[in-house]
């Protein structure tokens, strides 16, 4: 088991930025990749970034490639989501989630992800 507690999260004006953090307890955290994930209101929750265990490896959706940055300290147990140059359509609940699979790849599947913290309120004003 692993709990996932994300914070970090705020009210800013576009153009600004924000850095999510998710502080994991439990299992080992090396052991998973780790992901963010948004979901605004009356859509449903879509990927974000993910990075691999070691964090050799990140994936983004090509909405926020460029703008956001994924990253994590095994030492710390806490993945990172730097977010830069933030659009009103950037608001969402962000929810960090851990993949426990064994395999290489990262995915985009939130059913792949089997941990989830509570999530952290972003809001971008225009």
């Known amino acids: 088991q692993v709990q996932l507690v994300e914070s970090g999260g705020g009210l800013v004006q576009a153009g600004d930025s924000l850095r999510l953090s998710c502080a994991a307890s439990g299992r080992t955290f090396s052991d998973y990749h780790m992901g963010w994930f948004r979901q605004a209101p009356g859509k449903e929750r879509e990927f974000v970034a993910a990075i691999a265990r070691s964090g050799s490896n990140t994936r983004y959706a090509d909405s926020v490639k460029g703008r956001f940055t994924i990253s994590r300290d095994n030492a710390k147990s806490t993945v990172y989501l730097q977010m830069n140059s933030l659009r009103p359509e950037d608001t969402a609940v962000y929810y960090c989630?851990?993949?426990?699979?064994?395999?290489?790849?990262?995915?985009?599947?939130?059913?792949?992800?089997?941990?989830w913290g509570q999530g952290t309120q972003v809001t971008v004003s225009s």
């Open positions: 989630a851990a993949d426990r699979r064994l395999t290489i790849a990262l995915v985009t599947s939130e059913y792949e992800y089997v941990y």
